[in-house]
T-cell receptor
Framework: GENVEQHPSTLSVQEGDSAVIKCTYS??????FPWYKQELGKRPQLIID?????GEKKDQRIAVTLNKTAKHFSLHITETQPEDSAVYFC?????????????????FGKGTHLIIQP | GAVVSQHPSWVICKSGTSVKIECRSL??????MFWYRQFPKQSLMLMAT?????????EQGVEKDKFLINHASLTLSTLTVTSAHPEDSSFYIC????????????????FGDGTRLSIL
C-alpha cells in the first residue's frame, strides 16, 4: 500500500517569512495529492490539491509543487500570518482522472505543526 | 457549499455499548464516503470506503464486524461501533467525495467535524 512521509513534524517561522513542508510517497500509481489544514479539535480543511499531470499549482499565498520522478511534493506558504498556525497534513491517493471515478481513500502524512511567531 | 455534517460530535458511553455515527453531505451528493480514525496528535488513518448501495471496503486490520458501515442514500453514511471497548476510544471522522468534478479534474473530499468517542 501507499506510505506517505512528512517533514518536519514541527515548524516555527517568523510572521511574514515563508514556510515549506515536504512529503514523499511510495506508490508510483498515486496521482492525486491534497493538502489539508487542521486546527485543534476541528475538521481538516482542503487548502490546495494537485494532480500528477501538473508540476505546480498556486493559490494566492499557497503553492504546491510535485516531482513525480522523485515521488515528492511540497507545500509552500509565503508571507505567513498568525492565522496560518495549525497542523498541516499532506495526503496521496489514486484517482481515475477524467473518467468519472473519484479518488480512493487518502493516505495521510503524520502532519506538521506550523507555528507562526509574531 | 460542500458541507458535511457529522453527528454526534461527542459520545461517552459504557464498555459493551454500540454507538452509531452519522455522516451527511448537506448540499451535494456523494456516492462515496470515507471513514477515518485519528488518535490524539496523530494522523488520520483510513478505516473504510463506503459506497452508496453496496458493501463497504475495509482497510487491512479493520474488523468489518466491529465497524459496521451502511450507505443507504447519496447523502448519508453511518458507522456503527459494535460492542465498543476502551481501546475503541478515538476521534472518528468521515469525508464525502463530491460528485462534481472541479476545474482541475478533481473530486475533493470534504470532511465532517468528527465524533469524539470515549468508552469508559
Amino acid at each position: 500500500g501507499e506510505n506517505v512521509e512528512q517533514h518536519p513534524s514541527t515548524l516555527s517561522v517568523q510572521e511574514g517569512d515563508s514556510a515549506v513542508i515536504k512529503c514523499t510517497y511510495s506508490d508510483s500509481a498515486s496521482n492525486y495529492f491534497p493538502w489539508y489544514k487542521q486546527e485543534l479539535g476541528k475538521r481538516p480543511q482542503l487548502i490546495i490539491d494537485i494532480r500528477s499531470n501538473v508540476g505546480e499549482k498556486k493559490d494566492q499565498r499557497i503553492a504546491v509543487t510535485l516531482n513525480k520522478t522523485a515521488k515528492h511534493f511540497s507545500l509552500h506558504i509565503t508571507e505567513t500570518q498568525p492565522e496560518d498556525s495549525a497542523v498541516y497534513f499532506c495526503a496521496a491517493s489514486f484517482s481515475l482522472m477524467y473518467s468519472g471515478g473519484g479518488a480512493d481513500g487518502l493516505t495521510f502524512g503524520k502532519g506538521t505543526h506550523l507555528i507562526i511567531q509574531p | 457549499g460542500a458541507v458535511v455534517s457529522q453527528h454526534p460530535s461527542w459520545v461517552i458511553c459504557k464498555s459493551g455499548t454500540s454507538v452509531k455515527i452519522e455522516c451527511r453531505s448537506l448540499d451535494f451528493q456523494a456516492t462515496t464516503m470515507f471513514w477515518y480514525r485519528q488518535f490524539p496528535k496523530q494522523s488520520l488513518m483510513l478505516m473504510a470506503t463506503s459506497n452508496e448501495g453496496s458493501k463497504a471496503t475495509y482497510e487491512q486490520g479493520v474488523e468489518k464486524d466491529k465497524f459496521l458501515i451502511n450507505h443507504a442514500s447519496l447523502t448519508l453514511s453511518t458507522l456503527t461501533v459494535t460492542s465498543a471497548h476502551p481501546e475503541d476510544s478515538s476521534f472518528y471522522i468521515c469525508s464525502a467525495r463530491d460528485l462534481v468534478v472541479t476545474e482541475g479534474g478533481n473530486q475533493p473530499q470534504h470532511f465532517g467535524d468528527g465524533t469524539r468517542l470515549s468508552i469508559l
